[in-house]
């Protein structure tokens, strides 16, 4: 945005051509002297042309023409709010791909936490292959642990293994954080002769497979690196959402109906449910909207204070007076400004955050008690029992279609993607495009603002 000189006339035709740059797919065929074969993916009962996917196709990223900057969620580039269109590239079966399904070893591998669909994408990706033709398909087990740790073979994976995966959550192959030393996951997908690796994970596995993309071309290996985004929290760029995002606002109805019920069936009872969210507050919102049981919506990116006549325990107060219970929702992220700093970090070198849950129940709890008023806080922490859900009906059906897209694009010859659903199409997308920064909640949206709306709360600061 800060290069863009506005003063040149052709700037608007300048922004399109670096975004026409910045989100082309890496392709095998730029490195290596390939021709294309016709596909072995068959769309029965169907005449040859339909069906497939042109490379040429595309769908736009932004659909809202905003009239001022000021309008809500406006991203306008510039002062006068111009209009540019960013087109990515539409996912699907290609009718000319680039590898001889005989020839293909495919590997698979699941990184980072756990979510809903996991074991979708999985049986999914297995499913798809076996319709090109492909026969030596392996899972990689524990994340990018399973590459070099000689205690953990391969598992040969076939329609037969993975028919009912799905019925449960996790992950079949198992899942790991920490560990990846690129040279050494290259030395062994070259050592196994895998040349499709499919790669399910959050940023930091993403990070990983774009590593990985890149070792590979230097070592002028003919391998497609395919990620697909796991993140429950729906934090990834350009998406309207992430598998297992949509099963975690679902599950979480549960524990915030409890909490509700506690609450409303002690005497000043004040339910708090904390859930997922490390620096994006996606679940939190939606799942209060969704439960309308919520009276304070807590999320990183929005700032709060505790104590003081504008804070929270204040406004709960005036809640436990006025109608005699509340009800709290917070993400783990929010609010880490007011607990002490900890340089912890997990396997990955992730931060390891401090428990806001604990911190909030603890300061509710000893300002009714300064205050000399009666409140009984249930606490409720949901978050391991949502990761390993099963994926409902709308999850299941996103990582169908992601899972299958994952091995067209490798089929169609790209390397260093991952798939995803901008504005309700399937579509292709450069990894480091989506890993370059979080997705968060943006508090002058309109979906924050009906959040608020719902809740009633005020601004705590
Ligand atoms: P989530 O945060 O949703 O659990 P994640 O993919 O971000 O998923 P991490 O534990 O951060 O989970 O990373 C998963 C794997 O990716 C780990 O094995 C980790 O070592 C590796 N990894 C993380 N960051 C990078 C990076 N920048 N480059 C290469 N590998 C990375
Ligand atoms: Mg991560």
Redesign the pocket.
Known sequence: KSEIDFGDPHWKQKFQEDFENRFSLPHLKDEFDIKPIPTTFSLQKRSSQNGYVNDDDRALLKVIKYSSPSSAGAECIDPDCSWVEQWVHRAGPRMQIYFEPGKVKAGIVT?????PGLNDVIRQIVLTLEVYGVQKIFGIQY???GFFEESLPEIPLSRQVVQNINLNGGSLLG??????N?SEIVDSIQARGINMLFIL????????????HNECRKRKLKVSVVGVP????NDILLMDKTFGFDTAVEEAQRSINSAYIEARSAYHGIGLVKLMG?SSGFIAMQASLSSGQIDVCLIPEVPFKLGGPYGVLCHLEHLIKTKGSAVVCVAEGAGQDLLEKSDAR?????PILRDIGVHIQQQIRKHFKEIDVHADIKYIDPTYMIRACRANASDAILCTVLGQNAVHGAFAGYSGITVGICNSHYVYLPIPEVISSTRRVDPDSRMWHRCLTSTGQPDFL
């Open positions: 990184c980072g936490g756990l979510c994340g990018y642990r899942v790991s954080r920490g560990g990846a690129i994970g959050g940023d930091g596995t993403h990070a990983g497979a774009n590593a990985i796991k993140t429950i929290d490390r997990d396997a990955s070198g992730n």
